[in-house]
């Protein structure tokens, strides 16, 4: 069972035995029972206890993320001069399972200012369309730390 879905039960539980089903009293039997499951993580496997969290984090860099870029695309788009340096960057993958790569390929396209163009057939390169890249090698570089880090770690 996953243990998000252990943790909830839990927290049903816990508002079974109090007889409250109060929005506080849930909040603090969650808490409480990820902390008891927190104390017996061994007898877990350590990826499944921290999956949860690791999907939150990147759910949480990719609102960062299209906030950031939003707000440059709009900022660039409104300034009067709009030098833009358009280019399509072949991005190494070192993520192999085609879901991966499916939500690296959805996530670079749902930020403003990217597009993900093709996937080659060996599934080893994505190409990206970039509205505005200085560097190639940053952009490769920030995706590989960002999101393609965040994704290994949520599906590891």
């Given at each position: 069972m ?7 039960v839990?927290?049903?539980?816990w ?6 089903f109060?929005a506080?009293?849930l ?5 409480l ?10 007898r877990f ?15 949480a860099l990719f609102?960062?993320?299209?906030a950031?870029s939003?707000?440059?695309v709009a900022r660039?788009t409104l300034s009067?001069s709009?030098?833009?340096r ?12 085609p879901?991966?790569?499916m939500?690296?390929?959805?996530l670079?396209?749902?930020?403003p200012?990217?597009?993900s ?7 080893s ?11 190639a090698?940053a952009l ?15 599906l590891?």
């Amino acid at each position: 069972m996953n243990l998000l879905v252990f943790n909830i039960v839990l927290a049903l539980i816990w508002g079974v035995v109090t007889n409250s089903f109060s929005a506080s009293n849930l909040i603090f039997g969650f808490v409480l029972a990820f902390v008891c499951l927190w104390l017996v993580r061994e007898r877990f496997d350590q990826n499944n206890f921290y999956r949860p969290f690791r999907i939150l984090l990147l759910i949480a860099l990719f609102v960062y993320e299209l906030a950031l870029s939003g707000f440059r695309v709009a900022r660039d788009t409104l300034s009067p001069s709009m030098k833009f340096r358009p280019a399509i960057v072949a991005f190494p993958l070192e993520l192999e399972s085609p879901v991966g790569i499916m939500l690296l390929a959805n996530l670079i396209t749902l930020t403003p200012g990217t597009l993900s163009v093709d996937v080659s057939t060996d599934r080893s390169t994505l190409y990206i369309h970039a509205m505005d890249v200085d560097d190639a090698d940053a952009l490769r570089a920030d995706i590989r730390n960002g999101f393609e880090r965040r994704i290994r770690e949520a599906l590891e």
